[in-house]
């Protein structure tokens, strides 16, 4: 069989007579060191220039990263602030109220939804001097919610007020203690069905002051239905 080649060892460069390599075997030397050198510096500039590509496509100040969208949005947008996924919400729209009677600044305001009729009042400057305090309890609900468009009246001293759901006699608004009828009085604040019963009974008054002086009813309750009760013969 013909041999293709053979192994053979490769002799060193026989130094020279000083003790050193022979001339051809240093520049070889040279040679292989110079090209491992240039192919180091090669190596090194391709690396540097790839590296400035890569820092150039990146945002600067940081990389950016839109949880919001992509494979994990949903469950990112469940532990979202609000403002966050419910950019462009319709805000519930204001209510506009108009506010008169004992107040500092009479007229149309505007309430927040679901604002009450304290806030009503507030935003229109809240109670003035001529308030009164008494009539206000008796036909105000602070704690109502407002609908748009509601008026809210505040009474003022010395004004004929009638309280939300109580039956008035005809003429003047008032519930005349001589001919209303028990469901009628039953209807004025402080007055159940044994009250309206004994002020049947007592009847005729001269004045609507008899209740008192007469203990039909008690000072308190008195002055709670006074300006809402009148006597006719």
Known sequence: M???????VIEAAEPDE????KAGAVGAAKQRAGFYALVAAVALV??????VAIWATLPQGGVALDLAKGPNAAAFNAFAEPSLTAQGATAAP????DVE??????GVHTVSAGGRVADAIAAAGGYSTEVDIAAAARALNLAEHVVDGQKIHVPARGEVT???GATSAPGGGLI???????EQLESLPGIGP??????IAARPFGAIDELDSRDVVGPSVMEQIRDLITVTP
Do not use: C, F, M, Y
């Open 101 to 106: 009677g004992a107040v500092v600044e009479p």
């Open 46 to 51: 391709v690396l540097g220039v790839a590296g």
């Open 194 to 199: 044994v009250t309206a019963a004994k002020i």
């Open 162 to 164: 009638i309280i939300p």
């Open 18 to 21: 000083a003790g050193a390599p």
């Open 2 to 8: 013909e041999r293709v080649g053979e192994w053979r």
């Open 176 to 182: 005349d203690i001589n001919h209303a009828s028990q």
């Open 94 to 97: 204001a209510l506009i109220v």
